[in-house]
Each structure stands twice: as C-alpha cells, then as structure tokens.
C-alpha cells in the first residue's frame, strides 16, 4: 500500500458511526475508535479472503446539512380578546367559530361589537375634525370593504363622506347613528380570526377577558431553544413531515423574539411559525406533532464519500484509501460539510473513483 500525500510510520485506521462522532474527532476532541491499523509499506495487493473490503463511489452531489426539530400542527399563538366598554355581556361565540370582518365578535348590551380588519388598533375616537392618522386609513379601508363608499380613495383625513359612510354602517348594525367611533366598540385584528376558547359568560361583566383568539391557517410551531434560534430564518423553506398527515413542506413566516423560559435546568425557547405551502396536507386535522427540518447548510455539485471511507492518519490530518488496480493508495483530503451519512472532500480525487469503506 502506498503511503499518499505524506510519509508515515503507521496510520490507524478511525470509523465513525454518524457524522457528529466525525465532527468531534475533527475538533480535536481527542477521541476515537480505532478499528484496523495500516503499516507504511510499499503499494500491495489487497489480501485474499472470503471477504473482500467493502468499496464505495466518490461521487459528485449536492449536499444539505439537516436539523430536524419537534414541532406542533395547531392555529398558532393563542391571543386574548379583553373587553373595555361598560355594560353586559350578552351575546358570544362559539369555540372553533370563525369569525370574518363585520361580524360580532361579542355583544355588550345587546349591540354587536364587530371586528375589522388592520395591522394598527384603533387608540382614540374616530370623528369629523379629527387629526390625520393611520388609524382613519384602517376604518375606511374596512368601510369600502363592506360596501360603505363615498369617500374616495382611503386615506388618512376623516371627512364629512367619512362620517356618512360610518353611519350608514352603524343603521345596519342596528347602531345609534353617530358617524363617531369608540375605539372599544370594534375588535380589530390582521385578517379573519378563530375562536380557541371563550373565557366568559353570558352576564358577566364586559370589562374582562372574553375569549382566546387565534387565525384561522393551520401552522406548525417550534419552540426552538434560544442558542438553535440561528437555524430558522423568516422566509427560509423546511420539510413537514405531519403525523397522521405525512410528508410536505412549509415557510418560515417568523421567528419570535422574546423567549420563553425553559423549566428548571432547561434553556428557554422562542416560537418559530412556519406556514404550509399546501394546506390540504394537514388533512382534516387540527393538532398534531410535526417533525420539523430546517436546512442549516448546502454545498452544491462536491465531491463526497461515505462517512466510513475517512481515515485518521497517525501523524495527524485525514485521508481516503482509493482503490487502484490490485492495491490501494491513501490520498490525503480535507473534508467540508457532512449530510446523510456523505461527507464532502477536496484533494486529489475524481468522480467515479472507488475508495474502502465501513458504509
């Protein structure tokens, strides 16, 4: 057996179950598992026996380095719907209600409290000879998608056209037609919402908390543990695999930013949503666990050998013993990223080219 790249006195041969047992030994973990030792002597053939070394391809691929994650297939983060106007309860929905813009989410004295949609609550009165503000933007925006017009394109400025379309929203509520609006008689939310749970009742007091709410898409949430939080990019791709549901792929829609601490002795976690790319994959399911797998590196079109084919030489560095003909040689190789049980090398090395190997 020739003696590759470098002169050696002796080489021992290291196989490593996994790619994290490689990693330790390229960190200089100091550890390892010695499994054959091969001398130094000249280029020979390989012995004969009933069992000949076990060979693989160097091939060239494109490699995905993998963290596969628990996950939970539900509605997401669930919100509470606290009440502030004065009065009673008197109407409620449902657990699992669906409830879309205009629609009342509660009613307090017998008038509905209706929900509109927008990325900003409503923080004071709405009425003629108000201040522009983002918040008139948002009760127009919803008026127009109702069917109250009159007042132009939405914008920023509450006008008397404003005012009038108001009130001819609030007479089909059966409302007192004030063209003003309290920022506690409306619920206002980023699209169409679920009802996860109602905490109130009818006749309680309509200053509490009155339901949990939640949207209406099914996603899978990952608490994933702050020092793992780089792993899960907004936008980035992962593969689903849904109990119960099977396999299919989704988007990272956010990463949280506040955590959740762990329980004792446990480090703390945020959420990570990620929404399906195709919702019917969930079936008809509501909550289920989701093996969840996030991509953490790639490397595309290298050349890779199985994990089992690295050797750790006695004088330090790696190599893969190629087989030549009758005999072998060992060529030295640095090693990049290691995915499904492949590792990645450069050195002198061609596709097609057979190395011995564990795997």
């Not at 590759?4 to 996994?18: E, K, S």
């Not at 949609?117 to 008026?143: C, H, W």
């Not at 709410?213 to 543990?225: A, D, E, F, K, Y």
């Amino acid at each position: 057996m020739s003696t590759g790249p470098q002169q050696v006195r002796r080489r021992r041969r290291l196989r490593w179950i996994g790619a994290g047992a490689v990693a330790v030994a390229l960190l200089g973990a100091g550890t390892a598992v010695i499994v054959a030792r091969v001398g130094a002597s000249p280029a020979t053939a390989m012995p004969e026996g009933p069992a000949a070394p076990a060979t693989a391809e160097v091939v060239r691929t494109d490699l995905a380095e993998q963290d596969t994650e628990d996950g939970t297939l539900g509605y997401g983060v669930e919100r509470s719907l606290t009440g502030k106007l004065p009065g009673t309860i008197t109407g409620l929905p449902a657990a699992n209600d669906v409830i879309e813009r205009g629609e009342s989410v509660y009613a307090v004295d017998a008038k509905p409290v209706p929900l509109l949609y927008g990325s900003i609550p409503f923080y004071r009165e709405l009425a003629a000879g108000m201040t522009k503000g983002p918040d008139v933007q948002v009760l127009e925006e919803n008026l127009r998608a109702l069917g109250y017009t009159g007042f132009g394109t939405p914008d920023t400025s509450f006008t008397d056209a404003t005012a009038t379309a108001l009130k001819r929203w609030q007479k089909a509520l059966g409302l007192e037609q004030t063209g003003r609006l309290s920022p506690d008689a409306v619920v206002v939310r980023p699209g169409a919402v679920r009802v996860a749970s109602v905490t109130a009742q009818i006749g309680d007091p309509a200053g509490g908390e009155i339901a949990k709410l939640t949207g209406t898409q099914r996603v899978v949430t990952v608490q994933l543990v702050i020092s793992r939080r780089g792993i899960a990019k907004q936008g980035d791709k992962v593969e689903l695999n849904i109990t119960g549901g099977g396999a299919t792929r989704g988007t990272v829609s956010s990463v949280g930013s506040t955590a959740t601490p762990g329980e004792e002795g446990e480090e703390a976690t945020v959420d990570v949503v990620v929404t399906l790319d195709d919702p019917a994959a969930a079936g008809q399911l509501d909550s289920a666990p989701v093996d969840v797998t996030f991509t953490t590196g790639s490397r595309p079109s290298v050349l890779a050998v199985p994990v089992g084919a690295l050797l750790a030489l006695a004088e330090g560095g790696l190599a893969v013993e190629v087989v030549e003909g009758d005999g072998t040689r060992l060529v030295g190789v640095q090693t990049g990223l290691f995915a499904r049980g492949l590792v990645e090398v450069r050195g002198d090395l061609r596709e097609g080219q057979r190395v011995v190997t564990t795997s």
